[in-house]
């Protein structure tokens, strides 16, 4: 078993080891968009070094943040109109406003290389206490993640 990384870089980012349960290794770097900063986080269960197909992932994610959030909010606005998710007309009233219905992104890696883009904050009663998520298949956003029955780390 190689020895877990305290940093690593992925492209442009320097991700730092934060503390946390023993099982997990978790990484954070902060990268700069458009309009603000943002996170980017590694997870690997069990504790591992991240493998070089991962970090890549990351470097993408981080090159073209911006790009893939514009990607995940058109997803969110057409998926959450479907009738699965039974939003409400104040809910709908959301998505179709001029301001943003979602903000605060982050994205979250797996030490599988699969990832989501979490938004934070929404006034979406979908997206409650811990926001909602878009799953992404490389840059292709695959399905809305309910986060509501989430638990914190």
Request: proline letters at 5%.
């Amino acid at each position: 078993m190689s020895e877990i990384p305290t940093t690593f870089s992925a492209g442009t980012a320097e991700f730092v080891r934060i503390e946390s349960p023993e099982e997990l290794a978790f990484w954070v770097a902060t990268v700069n968009g458009a309009d603000a900063e943002h996170e980017v986080s590694l997870i690997i269960e069990p504790a591992a070094a991240p493998e070089a197909d991962v970090v890549e992932v990351a470097a993408a994610i981080v090159a073209d943040f911006d790009e893939l959030v514009r990607d995940a909010l058109e997803y969110l606005d057409e998926a959450l109109r479907g009738p699965e998710w039974a939003l409400s007309a104040t809910d709908l009233a959301l998505l179709d406003g001029a301001d943003a219905a979602f903000g605060e992104p982050e994205a979250v890696i797996w030490g599988d290389g699969t990832w989501m883009l979490r938004f934070q904050e929404s006034a979406v009663s979908i997206a409650e206490e811990f926001g909602i998520g878009v799953n992404f298949v490389g840059r292709v956003p695959q399905s809305v993640e309910d986060l509501s029955e989430s638990e914190e780390l």
